[in-house]
């Protein structure tokens, strides 16, 4: 080992493996064959993101879930960070890079209902009232979307949770961000819905 080479420099993500290519091309035969809740059970549940070894992805889950009182199972990594390339149309199959994002998902109807109770007792806090109701009404809430604050709590919380996480030279230097949706119906229903649109 290196000489000066620090604990945090060690546990930097691994290469990705294999082939991000060639993860899309089996993505795109499976696509042909299979429905969108198959692919979304196999590709999106299961296995472990593409820019993180198991042991990274699972100590990412636990920071997450034990700052915020949740299950391990309600956080759940999506996109191009999760499967190599993205399947949104910005542009779809677009391989995973160090400009890419990584989009984490919280699945708790307790925690979007606190951070609605509280968006909707102090609305003067929505720093952008249309694209809050518009992602509300799909059942999903973005913590940046509000104003954090000692009356927003919730919100302030999760900022400074993307904040941490986005520090820690473990997780990478792509930026992180989480989404809270209201329920995995919810959730399993907007994956499969992109999914589908990959067909298109």
């Known amino acids: 080992m290196a000489r000066g080479t620090g604990i945090a420099e060690r546990q930097r993500p691994t290469p990705v493996q294999p082939p991000l290519t060639g993860r899309l091309q089996a993505f795109q035969q499976d696509l042909k064959n299979r429905d969108a809740l198959d692919l979304f059970q196999t590709w999106v549940l299961r296995g472990v993101p593409v820019v993180y070894t198991d042991d990274v992805y699972q100590r990412l889950k636990k920071t997450i879930a034990t700052r915020l009182s949740l299950n ?3 956080v759940i990594m999506i996109g191009s960070a999760k ?3 993205s399947l949104t149309s910005a542009p779809r199959f677009k391989l995973f890079s160090g400009t ?8 708790s109807p307790r ?3 606190e951070l609605w109770n509280q ?16 992602n509300l009404f799909l059942g999903r809430i973005h913590p940046n979307t509000v104003a954090p604050s000692n009356d927003t709590f919730r919100f302030r919380e999760l900022q400074e949770l993307q904040d941490y996480l986005n520090q820690q030279a473990v997780y990478g230097r792509n930026s992180k961000h989480i989404l809270v949706l209201r329920s995995w119906e919810v959730f399993q229903r907007t994956q499969c819905e992109v ?3 990959c067909r298109g």
């Not at 102090?122 to 518009?134: G, I, K, Q």
């Open 119 to 134: 968006a909707h007792r102090f609305s003067t806090a929505l720093r952008n009232p249309n694209d809050f109701y518009e």
């Open 111 to 113: 925690l979007f209902e």
């Open 195 to 197: 999914i589908e649109a």
């Open 100 to 107: 890419s994002d990584v989009d984490i998902s919280i699945i």
């Open 83 to 85: 499967l190599g390339f």
């Open 72 to 74: 391990l199972v309600d």
